[in-house]
């Protein structure tokens, strides 16, 4: 299972690096859940991973077709991987379906030149499901899975939308994460999770199935707003290898 930690500049991403982060994800923790960096931020923190590691970065919530297609392309063209999407207000799968859609193709048109830039494959977008989708007024993960496969989306995060609500340890049985990994592996999508996890948490993402735990709060010294901190860093990545 892969490490994948969420940072906010160029100096949290060398800590991730050296910590061992298989991954390393432009992110404003300040922001919400999927808060956008700016585009000068997201360059410096791609310039300081430097290619060593794939870069991935938030988005934040879709709301228009022409926005989410021009984020999706301006950032793959700046060195992104994959485009994290998530739907807060959005109830319907075929409008999730049309704003995925969008983002698939302004990041094809900015990965055009740089197809192979990562051992995750092309550049695509990560669908973002919220495990706590009422208080985001989304769609569930299931429902998020049928439009992501039919989207063309390289993957699904499940994650939290309040990070000040109940983490995803609580919000779902290891039984229904596993069913929603699985699911989502059969649609051929790559799986990520995250939604405040500890390190307590780890044995039990990977016992999911998941690809992928993505991490911030647990990365930090004093929670998800403090700085990254390469030691807490290290011990989630044996704790991934585990």
């Not at 430097?50 to 919530?61: E, F, I, K």
Request: charged share 20%; aromatic share 2%; net charge neutral.
């Amino acid at each position: 299972m892969r490490l994948l930690v969420s940072v906010s500049n160029g100096a949290e991403a060398l800590a991730a690096l050296a910590g061992g982060a298989d991954i390393v994800d432009a992110k404003d923790p300040l922001a919400g859940p999927l808060g956008a960096v700016s585009s000068d931020r997201f360059c410096e923190i791609a310039h300081a991973v430097g290619g060593t590691r794939p870069v991935t970065a938030a988005l934040g919530d879709a709301i228009g077709g022409d926005a989410i297609e021009s984020a999706a392309r301006a950032t793959v063209s700046a060195g992104a991987v994959l485009v994290k999407v998530g739907f807060a207000g959005i109830c319907s799968v075929a409008r999730a379906t049309e704003l995925l859609e969008a983002a698939v193709s302004g990041a094809n048109e900015g990965g055009r030149a740089a197809r192979d830039r990562s051992e995750l494959g092309p550049p695509g977008v990560i669908a973002v499901a919220y495990a706590d989708h009422p208080r985001a007024t989304s769609i569930p993960a299931g429902s998020l899975t049928t439009a992501a496969a039919s989207a063309g989306v390289r993957g699904l995060l499940i994650d939290t939308f309040d990070k000040s609500g109940p983490g995803l340890r609580q919000l779902l049985s290891l039984e229904e994460l596993a069913a929603v990994v699985a699911g989502a592996h059969r649609a051929g999508l790559l799986v990520a999770v995250a939604g405040k996890l500890t390190a307590e948490d780890l044995a039990w993402v990977r016992s999911s199935g998941a690809d992928i735990a993505g991490v911030r709060g647990a990365a930090c010294d004093g929670g998800r707003t403090a700085a990254i901190a390469r030691s807490r860093v290290q011990a989630l990545r044996h704790l991934c290898e585990a």
